[in-house]
């Protein structure tokens, strides 16, 4: 089968011809339908400190995908041949103490497909029975693809207190921005979005955010208080990992207020604890992954009932033989989620 | 009447006579039996950048005190005229939205005794009397004076879940091992301490510390490897605002922990937010001051009931006349809660 | 003035001229330009056993209103005379150990007006002044009046989470209804909704309710099973105090689900612990007034927003002179929320 | 080998002979070295209404038991043979919506050692690895027996807020004074006990509670009033069943309280909604089985940590054989934990 892998450290991804992957006895073979792109598959492909610390070539990469059960090993009486899935990326061990009391999201036996393991960018990949989360026959493909980064946005949401208060989220990103229409489908009160990209932030209106603020223009702190009434926001979500967002993002909390933070910062950087969180009295969250298995509940409620619409998310589809062309305008931002396609004639949308 | 005062900006205090203060409406008159020294009264005293920004001479210092009601304005009901109380030192406003839910704390009009208004290092001090808290009228006095701090640590042990729970408690002064003798009386499995000196780590010990790490010998994190079966701690307290102690605290949670911060860093320092809060899922909560009225009333009942006993956390006792002596003793370091009495005639212990 | 009193034990009120009240340091006097009816006002009406155990007469009855403030005590400094206010109908000690610590709902010295002192079908009603909460100059004062009482549906839809669950509201009787509301507002995926009455359960559905279910021709837990997919809900908010009601809504609730309780149930009645609350692993919850003032505040968040809108829940208008009439329709139960006007040329609405 | 089984309906057991029962791919062979009676067992041996609608005969009966791995199915790595462990009695199916959720004990697909499925009364038991618990080798095996009734007292006491509180503990069965300890060890401000029988209270105070009351000598509401300062208790933890003891324990209650129920009622009876939890705001929690696997982590804490010590429990040993005596003391109600060993040369005390 064609397969996308790092075979050696340094930038970039080439495309092989390897063997199908055998499957375990407690593992399903799906075949990938289609698959897309998360910033940490862009870090890859740009071999930067981070990937260069965690990944070991060679390595199929890619960890976002949907596809369809084609075998399973001797173990697995579910999900069902012929069954349409979405993949939990991160593979855990269900012994240690976090799998064993429902916290498996901080399981430190983690091995996380495209990462530790051979991922989703390939006609098929291997991975653990309970990975493999059915799906409604009729979803669209890009759609189930990304439920694993819409994921990370509906853990984020869900954490705080978000009914009925203010909520600032910082990083209209793909994941930032599903986060708002997570936020205004849990009952925010409003919603306000920044980002530097307007690009992004066009994207966040759609998406729910009631306000959009760009710190190019904005001085996103005064306008907070103007919005508020002086007060602050109730809650913070952060999603950039940028360390100015971080800052006007503490800032603009109110006394008491909750922060939830997904973003990485990559690096430790000057951070006053004294006024962002100390006098403030205000609770921080560190958000990781999905919640094993509440969130893919959680999501599954949210699109089925129609509270959530991911369709504008998806704003490009490429054949996955175009990778280079995908991760071009990834590089640039100025695209929301991009899924690529093994078999393009599986594409749910006009490729680009 | 004597007071202790700062007349103008840089070291020092000057004992003064000054008239005994008039009392508002909603406000009680309390004669001075027995007032405590804080470390933000040691950071006033030496005129530190903090006391520069957030103090304006003339004014009289001191926020820890107990003392007998002596008068009482037209509105006051309660408590009455010779009856014994401890000072709550935040003023607060009763009317913003903090206070309107139970959140007073982080009351945004609140106004400190000794900071922001005439303090307790006198012979009377005037306060509302909702902040004047009916003690029992035989409790000792140096007890009833330290209720205050005694207010920081039971707020801080009481938000995180600690029962059943190994802890750290990253700071030995006289707050850090008060908050571990709370920590046990809740249930604590175990509770670690840290401190760079050691007569403070044996004052931990004391109060029930089951190990104490002095990091100028132990690696810290090698030790609570070692103690904790590689796991790391479920939560973190930490009192001492000490860049190094935030590193080995939070090196020190596991994943999923819970940490409360209650010592001021003074200011901004590189802190990874990574791999401290986010790849961790951990929970972190600042803490300022005291529940109004949550925290005095867990303090009546942990002090009544004996689960915890304060006495040793008292190692010295002055004459108010000879606040140098007790100031010098505190830049020292090598003491636990300093009380000081006008009127050494009701000291509860061998003067210094 | 004139007054709507309970003269003496036994059905019915009348009217009378009284002197306007008095008015204490702390309170302030309301000339009344709204004043709605609750059940309890039709209990005291029609003298249940409840209200004979309750009320002792004589007494001004009446609970919910909203006014304009007249005249201050001597300690008052807001609300200001001329402002707009609704009104807390429970005034509490302030000091016992419930307000102490922001539990004001419960605290055991509660006198509630209309019950325990002289309440709001009148010209003018004399209330502490923390017990008046001001309105935006420019709220409908029908809606201004009910606020009492959404508060009881705020309180309620507060308690479980709420956001993307689904919903059994049993009971839909105005404050079911603008529970209904309250919780689509708060991201209920779903919110089904019972009553006897086609008249209330329209008013269910325009206030919000995805289902409505007749008891009297529809088999709830049958119904419940199917539009649930076999699962249940998550939440029931019970708002009858039917005793049948009681058994659906509990037979509706899945595993681990939640119960917020509000209705009253007036007598002990055969309830299966077991099977209700035990088995499930299930949480419920008391609910009496209103959070003070959380509770207040998430109105006013709620009602300016525009997250609820309140407007139908008001179906019926009268003179107060005709309260004989208002009273009787009340009865009936065909109606929603009924307000009165002291002076009926502030109604907002026409009279019927 | 032997086993101890309900061959038909109606009361008694019988010790037949029967086949080692076959290993399934994912379970492992224990060869059971002791094995304790709950109450539920008394109500299978003496065939209540209950038993008559939950147990289909023939079947091996007991539940609770420790014992040696001694074979494993294809697919299980650990525990490894030979190994000590206790069993968790409820077998679940790992793919509900609430073994996905971290709340496998509300799995509506559970089998239940020795109601549904052949148990623990025997030479051998076969049960899925993963409710295999490894025990250190040298724990006491009558301790390692009734892990799983202690892990009901555990589920139970770790539900509400305990630390720095009062509770009221009604029950003084085995499960009840397990439970008094855990509310000691986690930091329970005091803790009060009932039930009928002298001989049970004289073991909940040895097992830490701080008071004991017979309802047949003391009235408790006004006992519990005298020792409350007339506040009544924070929490209650209901383990009795007896409604006259649920009647007591919410009259107890103090407005804002939590109770726990795990006693079942078996019948409806009259409750009164509006006293009991509504006018009160309490909190009520239903409690089944134990958390899986946070309340087996969190025994293993306090037993390993000395936090509690269940030796006292254990109040009678006997040979398997001899389970007709043994269920004899059982029904006398004149015991505490009762333990029996198929070979009672592993027995660790002397045998009744």
Not at 56 to 80: F, K, M, Q
Not at 227 to 236: A, F, H, M, R, Y
Not at 282 to 288: C, I, N, Q
């Amino acid at each position: 089968m064609r397969a996308l892998r790092k075979l050696e450290p340094g930038p970039g991804f080439v495309m092989v011809d390897v063997p199908i992957p055998e499957v375990g006895p407690d593992e399903v073979l799906v075949e990938v339908r289609a698959t897309s792109i998360c910033g940490t598959d862009l870090h890859i492909y740009e071999w930067n400190p981070w990937a260069a610390d965690h990944v070991v070539p060679p390595i199929t990469v890619g960890h976002e995908l949907t596809g369809v059960v084609v075998d399973r090993g001797a173990n697995v009486s579910e999900p069902e041949i012929g069954r349409l899935v979405s993949v939990e990326s991160h593979v855990v061990c269900n012994s240690c103490a976090w799998c064993r009391t429902g916290q498996g999201h901080l399981c430190p036996n983690t091995a996380i497909l495209g990462v530790h393991r051979d991922g989703a960018y390939a006609e098929y990949v291997a991975v653990p029975a309970q990975n493999a989360w059915p799906d409604p026959p009729d979803m669209p493909l890009s759609i189930a693809s990304l439920q694993e980064n819409f994921g990370n946005a509906v853990h984020t949401a869900t954490i705080p207190n978000i009914a009925g208060r203010k909520v600032l989220v910082t990083g209209s990103g793909p994941v930032g921005v599903m986060t708002m229409a997570v936020a205004k489908a849990l009952g925010a009160r409003a919603v306000y979005a920044t980002d530097v990209s307007d690009y992004r932030l066009e994207l966040a209106a759609v998406m729910g955010a009631d306000v959009t603020l760009n710190p190019a223009r904005d001085n996103i702190n005064e306008r907070i208080a103007e919005i508020t009434d002086g007060e602050g926001v109730d809650v913070l979500l952060e999603m950039s990992g940028a360390s100015s967002a971080l800052e006007a993002g503490f800032a603009a909390l109110k006394p008491g207020g909750e922060a939830a933070l997904l973003g990485l910062t990559s690096d430790a950087f000057p951070f006053d604890l004294d006024d962002n969180i100390i006098f403030k009295g205000a609770t921080v969250y560190g958000v990781v992954g999905r919640r094993l298995w509440q969130t893919w509940l959680e999501m599954r409620g949210l699109i089925r009932s129609g509270a959530v619409d991911l369709a504008p998310v998806v704003t490009h589809r490429f054949d996955l033989d175009d990778y280079a062309k995908a991760f071009e305008l990834m590089q640039s931002g100025e695209c929301g989620k991009v899924v690529m396609f093994p078999d393009p004639s599986y594409a749910d949308g006009p490729l680009s």
